[in-house]
């Protein structure tokens, strides 16, 4: 969420960040409603003001035998016009909140300008891709092949984009999964959390998601959200929280389930496993002083690379630009990995440094190092580190061989039991 001050001082600073984004301005509609509220406030302070001042006067009638009831009536006047004020004032300041959390942040300076993900612009670039001596297969062939992926009896369990893995390939899963968690834990600083995967209404607004994204989500009948990511989980950790600064910087990843209605992938990759509606991703959240985020976007971003680099899949790191974006970030990168049975790159972690947004919506705040009154609000950064199915499907079809067998990667055999190929 956007400071409201800054919004008064910069209305048209905000509009063209909403520009850069293609979308409209808005700065006139919050300051109608900003200086609707701000007048009742003042209202009320002058009437809280003449209140004071009559009941002194009452006081002084009174102990001078005289006649109080003009002004206990009007008293009592004032008392319920201020009764109304404040019924008034708090729809307004609550009508502001709620415009105020449909804004998207601001985009850094340097964010490349684009409209959508044709935009986006290549940082660096890791890896060769592999010239087979044979057409490549996609994952979905693959997995289907070897009898150890299956959509159909999946889709009579839960229905589309769903699947089952079985035998070698749940193992692999699996061992993916604790391979970037190991890693991360041990070599990247960054510390492993089991957080709950059902959620309250503030945890998504706290992050982001709502009200925006509901329709993505998946709601019980209990009033919780399943997560679509650990992000909201880990990130509203610090919610709620003044963090001391030597707390800071908080480096936390989880291996959990992930739940996406996908509401807006009608048609787009409706074969195999890259947008599905449950899938496993081992996330990462950074919370840190304001001064520190820039660099701490830079660091995670290599964390989440690392992994490819140590599974030797090629891979390429784009700079988003403005049009393509995520609501609540400043800045994203978005690591894309060499899939050869597509032909093409494609996205396997995003890592965005949030600013103040994500802290503003949460009251997540430190307290600078020497100081017991003075707080600022946190930053906050998360990125996949990586999507666990999607690094399956890249490993799938990077190690495919001619026989339909996979060649597990020399760093997932220890966690396979020594298992080298996986074969029908």
Known sequence: MLDIKWIRENPQALDAALARRKAAPASAAILELDTRNRATVTELQALQSRRNEVSKQIGGV?????????????VAAIKDKMAALEAEGAKLGEDVRQLLLTIPNVLQ???????DESGNVEVRKWGTPKTFAFAPKDHADLGTALGLMDFNQAAVISGARFVVLKGALARLERAIAQFMLDTHTEQNGYTEVNPPLLVKDEALLGTGQLPKFAADLFHTTAG????????????NLVAERIVEAGELPMRLTAFTPCFRSEA????????GMIRQHQFEKVELV???VPEESAAELDRMTACAAGILEKLNLPHRVMALCAGDVGFGAQRTYDIEVWLPGQ?????ISSCSNTGEFQARRMNARCRPPG???????????NGSGLAVGR???AVLENYQQADGSIAVPDVLRPYMGGLTVIKK
């Open 62 to 74: 009174k102990a001078k035998g005289g006649d109080a009831a003009p002004l206990m009536a009007e």
């Open 109 to 115: 300076a340097d964010v490349p300008d684009g409209a």
């Open 224 to 235: 919780h959200w399943l997560i679509p990511t650990a992000e909201v989980s880990l990130t």
């Open 264 to 271: 807006g992938a009608a048609g787009r990759d409706t074969k």
């Open 286 to 288: 950074s919370i840190v």
């Open 343 to 347: 032909n093409t790159y494609r996205e």
């Open 371 to 381: 100081e017991t009154k003075g707080t600022r609000f946190v930053h906050t950064l």
């Open 391 to 393: 690094t399956l499907v």
